[in-house]
T-cell receptor, first 117, second 111 residues
Framework: NAGVTQTPKFQVLKTGQSMTLQCAQDMNHNSMYWYRQDPGMGLRLIYYSASEGTTDKGEVPNGYNVSRLNKREFSLRLESAAPSQTSVYFC????????????????FGPGTRLTVL | SQQGEEDPQALSIQEGENATMNCSYKTSINNLQWYRQNSGRGLVHLILIRSNEREKHSGRLRVTLDTSKKSSSLLITASRAADTASYFCATKNYGNNRLAFGKGNQVVVIP
């Protein structure tokens, strides 16, 4: 199993450009998450999806949109990138409690390093 | 909002020594988790402790939870150079699917 994969690994954008960050998981998890990580700030939740077809705002949703394309894929879109969105973006998925052998932990992708000039 | 708060922020120790880091939180929790992040990589889950548990072990890791003080500690015994990483605590409240992460502890183990 590949776990959680993210593309691209690195991206440089100019202010105002748009782009979509891709995330996929092969663990059959229902829940998926997008975080951003900034120096000294820990991880902050942007959006999450509890199941296919549903999405909810997290702590810092402004300037972002998401799509839960199917159970495997959860994409994050920046419609008009701003320098304040320079960050490392992580996608994660979660195994739910109650499932046989399941737990409440999250599994993270390797991250996308985004720079907005 | 951020709930976990780790203390201290940075720790430098010699290989073989023990490393202890603390985390405090503000509201009632369902469970508390610790994650490790190596430089330039994603987070990796280390250990989960539920609100009705007081102590848990996994290999060289020992985590404690004091719900009356709303705090947790992570102890890494007999540290190795490979333990050099950032360590984050994360709390999960009842009734939602989200984790609130702390700002992280940077641990450097000197060979």
């Amino acid at each position: 199993n590949a776990g959680v994969t993210q593309t691209p690994k690195f991206q440089v954008l100019k202010t105002g450009q748009s782009m979509t960050l891709q995330c996929a998981q092969d663990m059959n998890h229902n829940s998926m998450y997008w975080y951003r990580q900034d120096p000294g700030m820990g991880l902050r939740l942007i959006y999450y999806s509890a199941s296919e077809g549903t999405t909810d705002k997290g702590e810092v949703p402004n300037g972002y949109n998401v799509s839960r394309l199917n159970k495997r894929e959860f994409s994050l879109r920046l419609e008009s990138a701003a320098p304040s969105q320079t960050s490392v973006y992580f996608c994660a998925s979660r195994a739910e409690t109650g499932l046989a052998g399941g737990s409440d932990t999250q599994y993270f992708g390797p991250g996308t390093r985004l720079t907005v000039l | 909002s951020q709930q976990g708060e780790e203390d201290p922020q940075a720790l430098s120790i010699q290989e073989g020594e023990n490393a202890t880091m603390n985390c405090s939180y503000k509201t009632s929790i369902n469970n508390l988790q610790w994650y490790r992040q190596n430089s330039g990589r994603g987070l990796v889950h280390l250990i989960l402790i539920r609100s009705n548990e007081r102590e848990k072990h996994s290999g060289r890791l020992r985590v404690t939870l004091d719900t009356s003080k709303k705090s947790s500690s992570l102890l890494i015994t007999a540290s190795r150079a490979a333990d050099t990483a950032s360590y984050f605590c994360a709390t999960k409240n009842y009734g939602n699917n989200r984790l609130a992460f702390g700002k992280g502890n940077q641990v450097v183990v000197i060979p």
